[in-house]
């Protein structure tokens, strides 16, 4: 790769000099990269994405692949954790500045970047084929359109799943939850390891991620479908809470302060990671990065129901947009479908995203995962595949401000300075303002 500037953390920026690797190209017509090269004039192309240390090693070495086959074109890699990367590209977004290409989450950002029409429609790029879709699911493409306009392309595949140490539930005494388990069941299975082995059971629930699949469940939604309220009653939202802080109370869950002492850290700090705690929920592709380097024996559990089948659903891992100010966006398109279509790329990035997109993908690396719990992961996509429904595609412009707003009355009940109830009315009545601007 060539000498280029990475930021590692939204204040802090450091050149780093990476040798070449020497791609296998033309395994994959269509998407070996043989696209616009303006001209064969020098094309600088910045790429901004989240992740740890092993996703920036492996999309690096992708990035070598696709500047072997384009000599004139350099790949400015721009990377963060993910916490403050939005913060970045909000920050840049301001300024006219923001990279040629970026990688999108599949939430309110989305919606936001849209409506202030910060992103090339990809539509013209897909119809010619620059970028090739014939691969991807409709459904799954569906999920980058907003208002009719297809502004990011999907890149790999997620599901929430409970990631479960089965070392430690045999420890307690404990057998594997069944598909069909219930809330219930992972509280008392949780609340049985804590008071056997003296560790955490659930790491204490995420208001960024799991609200959605909650209100789901429960034959709700988080905005209704016009976008211009929520669709949930506030007592599904004192019920999640509930849950959470009972659970925190009886030592079951770790408490917000040891949450927040450890977000800013990664994965590595995580009590699972670490052996103390039973279970955790996350997104599938992070199953591997919560085994210790594989010294922890962990598995993938379906989210518990009632209804789990009517709450869960497929989601982007995440999604590559062109910025509107790209001054080279057929180049971007181009590196685009090299990313999601080559199937060497393909290989390298494995399943630390997620699933790869598209099919023929899929198919040439599975075979090569020799990691049992990328293998599971693999299997457990193909369970939700069959027992999901679709994903929810309304993100008000607002629809950021609403999920911080949650975040923030979330902190405030789990500290015990407001009562669920108070919460989710304060919630509802700030969600709701932001909505009707």
């Given at each position: ?87 970045k590209m909000n920050a840049e977004a301001a300024g006219n500045n923001l990279p040629d290409i970026l990688t999108q989450n599949f939430d309110n950002n989305l919606g936001s970047y849209a409506s202030q029409n910060l992103m090339a429609n990809l539509k013209p790029y897909t119809d010619s084929k620059k970028i090739d879709t014939t691969k991807i699911s409709p459904s799954l493409l569906q999920d980058g359109t907003v208002n009719g306009q297809l502004y990011a392309i999907p890149i790999a595949i997620n599901a929430l799943t409970v990631l479960y140490n089965e070392d430690l539930l045999k420890q307690a005494g404990l057998q594997d939850p069944s598909n069909s388990w219930t809330w219930d069941d ?252």
């Amino acid at each position: 790769m060539k000498n280029k500037l990475k930021w590692i953390a939204p204040a802090a920026l450091v050149l780093l000099t990476v040798g070449c690797g020497s791609p296998n190209a033309g395994t994959n017509v269509s998407g070996n990269g043989t696209g616009d090269s303006s001209n064969n004039q020098p094309v600088t192309l910045r790429f901004a994405w989240w992740g740890t240390q092993p996703r920036v090693d492996l999309t690096t070495k992708v990035i070598d692949m696709y500047e072997k086959l384009h000599p004139n074109v350099t790949i400015q890699p721009e990377y963060s954790s993910w916490d403050g990367y939005f913060q970045k590209m909000n920050a840049e977004a301001a300024g006219n500045n923001l990279p040629d290409i970026l990688t999108q989450n599949f939430d309110n950002n989305l919606g936001s970047y849209a409506s202030q029409n910060l992103m090339a429609n990809l539509k013209p790029y897909t119809d010619s084929k620059k970028i090739d879709t014939t691969k991807i699911s409709p459904s799954l493409l569906q999920d980058g359109t907003v208002n009719g306009q297809l502004y990011a392309i999907p890149i790999a595949i997620n599901a929430l799943t409970v990631l479960y140490n089965e070392d430690l539930l045999k420890q307690a005494g404990l057998q594997d939850p069944s598909n069909s388990w219930t809330w219930d069941d992972l509280a008392t299975m949780s609340q049985t390891v804590h008071q056997k082995l003296g560790i955490y059971g659930l790491r204490t629930l995420d208001a960024s991620v799991l609200p959605t699949f909650y209100f789901r469940q429960n034959s709700e939604l988080f905005y209704s479908k016009d976008g211009k309220s929520l669709g949930f009653q506030a007592q599904t939202l004192v019920n999640y809470w509930k849950y959470n802080l009972a659970l925190i109370k009886n030592g079951a869950s770790p408490n917000l302060d040891y949450v927040q002492q450890i977000t800013s850290t990664g994965l590595s700090s995580e009590p699972m990671n670490l052996g103390k705690a039973a279970f955790d929920i996350r997104w599938s592709n992070q199953a591997s990065g919560m085994s210790n380097g594989g010294k922890e024996t962990i598995k993938l559990a379906p989210l518990p129901g009632p209804n789990a089948d009517q709450g869960m659903y497929l989601k982007p891992a995440s999604l590559l947009s062109i910025s509107k100010s790209s001054k080279h966006p057929d180049q971007a398109a181009d590196f685009i479908n090299f990313f999601i279509n080559n199937i060497d790329a393909g290989k390298i990035l494995g399943t630390e995203r997620g699933i790869p997109v598209s099919s023929d993908v899929r198919t040439a690396v599975k075979p090569t995962i020799t990691n049992p719990i990328d293998q599971a992961t693999f299997d457990y996509v193909d369970y939700v595949t069959g027992h999901s429904t679709a994903a929810d595609q309304v993100f008000p412009s607002k629809g950021a401000q609403v999920q911080q707003a949650l975040i923030d009355e979330n902190e405030k009940v789990l500290y015990s300075t407001e009562t669920p109830e108070q919460g989710a009315q304060n919630f509802i009545n700030k969600a709701n303002t932001l909505l009707k601007q």
